[in-house]
């Protein structure tokens, strides 16, 4: 399986899954149904938008696309497409 997203149109950049962080509040209100749907759908070769950061000086925070970002984490990206508030 490709770890990499495959780029998305539009302007993006591709970071690191591991400096890309979550409000542990936000967490609790994910569907484990919608992932694991987005999870198939990526490993099937889906492409969806990149995900909506904000720039923490080292680190992002999301601000759009949890669920995406947590079937990405669980098909091993190793790399997300984002787009830096």
Do not use: W
């Not at 690191?16 to 099937?44: F, G, M, P």
Request: glycine share 8%; proline share 4%.
């Amino acid at each position: 399986m490709n770890t990499d997203y495959r780029p998305y149109g539009g302007t993006h950049t591709l970071v690191d899954i591991d400096i890309i962080r979550v409000n542990h509040k936000k967490l609790r209100k994910l569907s484990n149904v919608k992932i694991a749907q987005y999870l198939r759908d990526y490993e099937s070769g889906d492409d969806f938008p990149p995900i909506t950061v904000d720039d923490c000086n080292g680190f992002y925070t999301i601000n759009d696309g949890r669920h995406r970002y947590q079937a990405q984490l669980a098909a091993g990206f190793a790399k997300v497409a984002v787009i830096v508030r």
